[in-house]
């Protein structure tokens, strides 16, 4: 069954440091892969998606997540987190053209 | 454009109680899903709608209905509210190869 695991709960961060996001997908085809940033209280965003192509995919907010199907895995990183970036993020796996299914999430926490 | 829009925002229901959840988009999109969010659990697919007419099951369907009688509203039906189904609930649409647009989310608790 098609599933998607993100492996950290919650990450801390120091203002300014790099970040990394897991994101380990099992989808049987070439899966449509998707990146969502949501604030407390808020809807869900789209950050960025990778459909085809390129394998390293630029998103919005300065984020870029790479597909490596050798490693089922579509990590979104940063250079430089913002204390703006703090929030809960979700990876997605596009499925039968509609059905999408979520990872349950990691939250970002960034220090000042 | 407005988006999708959802209402109500908040929503207290009692054991048993049926209600609907409304979702509207402006965007022309055809398909329209319903998901609920639980903690620790991401996003769950209700049921979702490729086109005006057109429903199917997502993952945890028992307990809601839908219909899509229009391109723009995808209605979510509680038939007989229970606690387990206390939770924030999400619609979204998209047009062909999009990425989903969220509207901002249905908290419902039922007591």
């Not at chain 2, 199917?56 to 038939?79: C, I, K």
Request: with cysteine.
């Amino acid at each position: 069954a098609q599933s998607v695991t993100q492996p950290d709960i919650h990450i801390t961060v120091s203002e300014g440091a790099s970040l990394e996001l897991r994101c380990n997908y099992s989808y049987g085809a070439t899966p449509y892969l998707f990146w969502y940033v949501q604030s407390p209280g808020q809807g869900l965003q789209l950050l960025l998606k990778y459909f085809s192509g390129d394998t390293l995919v630029q998103g919005i907010k300065g984020f870029e997540a790479e597909f490596k199907r050798s490693q089922s895995s579509f990590n979104l990183r940063k250079p430089s987190v913002h204390w703006s970036d703090a929030a809960e993020y979700f990876c997605a796996v596009g499925v039968n053209n509609n059905d999408m299914r979520f990872g349950a999430g990691t939250r970002l926490t960034v220090k000042p | 454009n407005a988006g999708v829009t959802q209402t109500p925002k908040f929503q207290v229901l009692k054991t048993g109680q049926s209600m609907t959840l409304q979702c509207a988009q402006d965007m022309n999109h055809e398909y329209m899903s319903w998901y609920r969010q639980d903690p620790g659990m991401g996003l769950r697919l209700i049921h979702y709608s490729v086109g005006a007419g057109i429903t199917d099951q997502g993952e945890v369907p028992n307990g809601y209905n839908v219909s899509r009688s229009t391109t723009e509203d995808f209605p979510l039906r509680l038939l007989s509210a229970a606690p387990s189904q206390t939770s924030v609930y999400f619609c979204a649409s998209r047009g062909q190869g999009l990425g989903y647009t969220f509207g901002s989310g249905t908290r419902l608790t039922v007591v």
